[in-house]
């Protein structure tokens, strides 16, 4: 059953804290995105990464930071630099062929205390 | 920054009748994707638009690209209580990116 998987589905923590949130995907897609989703606004992308051990920020990359040591995985730990973390996450991944559809991980809803 | 436009926000509908909702861009643009959003749920793909004019069908749903290719639509016929959610337009930048609308947030009075 292939797909993304990202865990917990809900997060809880204390201001000033890093946090890391998981992004697994078993569809052997190239290509990993993660987006910020708040209240009311669209998906805002924090960073994208196209290939192994690269990435490339996105529109909103300040306090955020990002690994791509294997294909299937893409960590975002939210540091403590992030001035309003607390929002919903959404990794996606995709191939780099194709139409460019992206297909979007159940989300980690985030709370900072 | 977000370089598509989407209106409106918001749409309340009554069950059974039909809206649109508009995806606006000042640039012209390869292509676009429609995504949906179930409440708590993650954006899922519905379609993309590649060519001028292009008009597509998925059932009650009905999607336009502009002629220009700056501007495309949702339009949905006989509105159900399943069309529920949030629908997002999406534009294609280099680099593989997409540059999501705001989105329209659809909600059904039965």
């Known amino acids: 059953d292939g797909g993304i998987t990202q865990s917990p589905k809900y997060l809880f923590r204390k201001e000033g804290q890093n946090v890391t949130l998981s992004c697994e995907q078993n569809?052997?897609?190239?290509?990993m995105y993660w987006y910020r989703q708040d209240p009311g606004q669209g998906l805002r992308l924090i960073y994208y990464?196209?290939?192994?051990?690269?990435?490339q920020k996105g529109d909103i990359a300040e306090g955020y930071s990002v690994s791509r040591e294997k294909k299937e995985s893409f960590p975002l730990t939210v540091t403590s630099a992030q001035k309003n973390p607390t929002a919903f996450y959404l990794c996606?991944?995709?191939?780099?062929?194709?139409?460019?559809?992206?297909?979007f991980g159940p989300g980690t809803r985030l709370t900072v205390l | 920054g977000q370089q598509v436009m989407q209106i409106p926000q918001y749409q309340h509908v009554q069950e059974g009748e039909d809206f649109t909702t508009y995806c606006n861009s000042s640039?012209?643009?390869?292509?676009i994707q429609w995504y949906k959003q179930r409440p708590g749920g993650h954006p899922v793909f519905l379609i993309q638009?590649?060519?001028?004019?292009e008009v597509k069908k998925q059932k009650r749903l009905t999607f336009q690209f502009g002629e220009a290719k700056k501007n495309s639509s949702l339009h949905i016929t006989a509105t159900q209580t399943t069309d529920v959610g949030t629908y997002f337009c999406?534009?294609?930048?280099?680099?593989?990116?997409?540059?999501f609308g705001a989105g329209t947030t659809v909600t059904v009075r039965a």
């Open positions: 996606a991944s995709r191939i780099l062929a194709g139409s460019g559809e992206q297909f």
């Open positions: 569809l052997n897609h190239d290509a």
């Open positions: 990464s196209q290939i192994v051990n690269d990435f």
């Open positions: 640039t012209t643009l390869s292509n």
């Open positions: 638009l590649v060519k001028s004019g």
């Open positions: 999406a534009a294609n930048l280099n680099d593989y990116k997409l540059s």
